[in-house]
């Protein structure tokens, strides 16, 4: 079995999901029906020029839904900033 094979025997299928950090390459792609959030350190723009000097398929970027900083405390999500719900006031759970 494969890496990805073994991570998505895990998982329910038809469920919601978070991949953070997919990066050029996804484990549970949009394009596969699979619905599932993407977390990155930028968008889907930075990703590309940011793998484009690589020898990837930059065509398996996926749209970023969730922007984190390195603190983890804000995100940006559709242009806004904003904390995720599952954290308290101070950013912490």
Do not use: W
Not at 44 to 70: M, P, Q, S, T
């Amino acid at each position: 079995m494969t890496r990805e094979e073994i991570i998505l025997s895990h998982i329910k299928r038809d469920g919601l999901g978070l991949e953070i950090g997919a990066g050029c390459a996804p484990v549970a792609p949009k394009k596969q029906g699979l619905r599932v959030y993407v977390l990155d350190h930028c968008d889907k723009k930075a990703l590309i020029e940011k793998y484009r000097r690589h020898e990837v398929n930059i065509e398996n970027i996926e749209e970023v839904d969730f922007v984190g900083g390195n603190s983890g405390r804000i995100f940006s999500y559709g242009g806004k900033q904003r904390r995720p719900d599952c954290l308290g006031r101070e950013g912490k759970r």
